[in-house]
């Protein structure tokens, strides 16, 4: 039989509760009890068959705490006139709670929605909307405020998280609540203390005007002539963002990888630098305005996301030119091909002709499904033939073209 039974009852109400919609009525004031449940019940012909199971049925509906059954008259020519359930009805909060056993939860909210309507009741909406998030919340609640009365006592503070001196407050504190913050100090902060063009858990820092870790480059000189300091002419260096943008090599060429051990073994070229592309974003580069004086190469994997790499990386650097992947290298290490777990298919506008009808078919499996050639696979006698005949190739003082 498939009569509406106080389980069924229960996971209709639970079902409102996991909505949220039990709390946030204590942040709104409205109620919506009495709240009215499904019921499905015997049919004519059932009560015919089984009067007497139809009978326990009702008295166990009836008998049910918390609930309110509602009848109405049932005429049959056999039975003549009976009573049975034409509704069930919670009548009040209290009765749902003691169903679902939620009372200690909706006591715990109501303590949230007290002491933020005293402290920032702007942020009541996203308690109203984000109920069973409070709740998880609630041992951290008074501290997040805090945060949240700090930084509209010191908008854009121009300081790192780990200066941020508030009681009970530290800095993995603040990271851990990025989300939460971030939508509370939207509602709060005025306009001019909230940088916009910052999003995401990665951006919250400069959205809110704490300085964050610098993005750093690493490179490799591999012209001893050009050393960046006395006697360090090949040194693996690491550098700040802003150090890189400020430097002022005086090679022609720059090569981009994007593999560590490519990065280590790259062999010397003459007046040419490296840089590991591995761990900040192209917009790092973007800033160093001497790059356009330079020719830059990129060495990537031969597969959909190392020609989507080059792809982004064009939009910083349009004149970047690729190395290494091409269908010639592709075709000698056949031998080597692997398997891309996971192919990108978006259309990639930067590349040029040749780039694009191999990216075409890697990305259409005409080739092989999934088809991939990991840049450390080639053959490094094969990888210093290319650079020695790039060697070969004249290189002017300028060349902020396209020159792919």
């Not at 942040?27 to 012909?45: D, E, I, M, Q």
């Not at 939620?102 to 308690?127: G, H, I, M, N």
Request: charged share 25%; with cysteine.
């Amino acid at each position: 039989m498939s009569w509406t039974r106080y389980r069924e009852l229960r996971a209709q109400l639970q079902r409102v509760w996991q909505r949220g919609d039990l709390l946030a009525e204590r942040v709104t004031g409205a109620s919506s009890f009495p709240r009215r449940l499904s019921l499905k019940g015997p049919s004519s012909t059932q009560m015919a068959e089984q009067f007497d199971t139809v009978r326990a049925w009702i008295a166990e509906l009836r008998g049910l705490p918390h609930v309110r059954v509602e009848m109405r008259a049932f005429r049959h020519r056999l039975l003549g006139t009976n009573q049975v359930p034409e509704a069930v009805w919670i009548d009040s909060l209290d009765d749902a709670l003691a169903i679902l056993g939620k009372r200690k939860e909706v006591e715990r909210f109501e303590r949230l929605v007290t002491q933020t309507r005293a402290r920032r009741p702007v942020l009541l909406p996203w308690l109203a909307r984000k109920p069973h998030k409070a709740l998880e919340l609630a041992d951290t609640w008074g501290r997040l405020l805090d945060v949240v009365d700090w930084l509209e006592v010191h908008p854009r503070p121009h300081r790192y998280l780990r200066q941020v001196d508030i009681p009970g407050v530290d800095s993995k504190f603040i990271e851990a609540h990025r989300g939460v913050l971030a939508q509370w100090l939207d509602r709060v902060l005025p306009a001019e203390a909230i940088d916009t063009s910052a999003s995401g858990l990665s951006g919250f820092a400069r959205r809110y005007g704490f300085r964050d870790k610098p993005q750093r480059v690493r490179l490799r000189v591999l012209d001893p002539a050009h050393a960046l300091l006395p006697g360090l002419g090949e040194a693996d260096m690491t550098l700040d963002a802003a150090s890189f943008a400020r430097l002022q090599p005086t090679v022609a060429r720059v090569f981009i990888t994007e593999n560590e051990i490519n990065f280590l073994a790259f062999p010397p070229v003459k007046d040419s630098l490296l840089i590991f592309g591995a761990g900040y974003g192209f917009e790092v580069l973007a800033q160093a305005a001497w790059l356009a004086n330079c020719h830059v190469h990129h060495w990537g994997d031969i597969d959909t996301h190392g020609f989507a790499i080059l792809d982004q990386l064009r939009a910083q650097l349009p004149h970047a030119r690729s190395l290494l992947m091409d269908r010639e290298t592709l075709s000698a290490f056949q031998a080597h091909w692997g398997v891309e777990k996971k192919q990108t298919l978006r259309d990639l506008p930067r590349l040029n002709a040749d780039e694009r009808a191999l990216y075409d078919d890697l990305r259409a499996n005409r080739l092989r499904p999934n088809l991939r050639l990991e840049q450390e696979r080639i053959g490094f006698g094969w990888v210093e033939r290319v650079l020695a005949d790039l060697e070969t190739e004249p290189v002017c003082a300028a060349v902020g073209h396209h020159a792919w």
